[in-house]
């Protein structure tokens, strides 16, 4: 191995010289060796600053590349382009305030301190200009070699089984209590006067409608994670879209006992972008505001132009505890509880397929607030909405 691939920050790290020693331990043509290449699970082995000295072929291949020198020195969210350590975050692996809540760090540091770790670990990575949101279960194992500590570390993908766990709960959990609502309301039909049954009839419809819309979510989502969503744009006047918007969200079941304002001035004139993707992502913001409200308590959403990009904005006067600000986008996470939401992921898969980003703020002073920015060009007023 050549010294020059490890030509990267070692504030922190293993000196060179020592690092390129850790490589050759583990770079010899044994069958041991062979045997961890053929492991088709993602297997490292980090030396005591959490520095890969070996990946198998299982991760090169994850990441694109074709020697494993392209690997040693990295931490393992550095290699998996974990989103809190690649561009414009541009920190080590392990010392950013997100990192507190990974479960690959956690399970490394027990491993290094000597007992064998498993732990369930979620994060987003950049793959292929979009964000993915991966869940890993891993295992950190202690390795005494040459007088030196090491840890064996191995990750399993198991997004998949977290996105199956997700629709079963959504569809046999929440899709089930509408469907049950909508049979309970149709049986009451049956011993109303007719002129009672105007408002069962409301019932049933608005629940149907929650009923296709969750359908319409999970398909979009989907779509969008298995990069086949379709990207619609057109011409969009804000005014209109936002007071439409306001209107069917009003009338939502988590909207009773709480407002929603619509916070002007609105920029004149319009933004081209997907009507329907925008939409959803602007409904998500919303609803997961009413949700974090008191009855009685008001939701605003507005709409600015700053330096060429369109940016709309939903507070609540909640604060988000900071131990839930650091898993806020992951797939697996909701402030709801355990597999109770997916909409603060949605709204960042959705976000990069109309170009632009979403990121929150929280404070006692202003509540909580997330953006939407968008780097559309405006267009002239137009007709129609």
Not at 36 to 43: E, F, R, S
Not at 147 to 163: C, G, P, Y
Not at 169 to 197: A, M, Q
Not at 271 to 293: C, T
Request: charged share 25%.
């Amino acid at each position: 191995m050549s010294g020059s691939c490890l030509n990267r920050r070692t504030d922190l790290r293993t000196d060179l010289k020592v690092l390129q020693k850790q490589c050759d331990y583990f770079a010899d043509s044994s069958i041991t060796t062979h045997l961890l290449h053929a492991i088709p699970t993602l297997l490292l082995i980090l030396n005591q600053h959490r520095q890969i000295v070996f990946g198998n072929r299982t991760l090169l291949e994850l990441i694109g590349i074709g020697d494993a020198e392209g690997v040693y020195g990295r931490r393992p969210g550095e290699a998996l382009s974990c989103v809190n350590t690649h561009g414009s975050a541009g920190v080590d692996c392990g010392t950013s305030q997100a990192c507190e809540a990974c479960g690959m760090l956690a399970a490394i540091l027990t491993s290094l301190a000597g007992r064998r770790e498993v732990r369930e670990c979620r994060f987003m990575r950049h793959s292929a200009g979009k964000t993915e949101a991966i869940d890993l279960l891993v295992w950190a194992t202690p390795l005494e070699f040459g007088a030196e500590t090491f840890t064996v570390f191995a990750l399993s993908d198991i997004s998949h089984e977290k996105r199956r766990q997700a629709l079963e709960r959504i569809f046999f959990h929440d899709i089930l209590n509408v469907v049950g609502s909508i049979k309970g309301f149709s049986e009451l039909l049956r011993d109303y006067d007719p002129d009672d049954r105007r408002e069962i009839y409301q019932v049933i419809y608005d629940a149907a409608g929650q009923m296709i819309d969750e359908i319409e979510a999970q398909r979009t989502l989907s779509a969008a994670e298995s990069k086949e969503l379709v990207v619609r744009p057109g011409p969009i006047v804000i005014t209109p879209f936002l007071q439409q918007l306001v209107e069917i969200y009003r009338q939502h079941e988590v909207a009773r006992g709480r407002r929603i304002e619509l916070r002007g001035p609105l920029p004149d004139g319009g933004l081209v972008s997907d009507r329907v993707i925008l939409a959803r992502i602007l409904g998500n913001m919303l609803k997961n505001a009413l949700e974090a409200s008191e009855e009685g308590e008001a939701v605003s959403i507005g709409c600015f132009r700053k330096e060429g990009r369109i940016e709309f904005q939903v507070r609540n006067g909640a604060v988000i505890p900071p131990t839930v600000r650091m898993e806020i986008f992951q797939r697996s996470f909701s402030t709801k509880g355990i597999g109770r939401g997916l909409g603060t992921y949605s709204m960042k898969i959705l976000s990069e397929y109309l170009e632009g980003d979403v990121s929150f703020s929280s404070s006692d002073d202003s509540g909580t607030i997330f953006r939407l920015c968008l780097p559309q060009a405006p267009v002239e007023p137009c007709t129609g909405r």
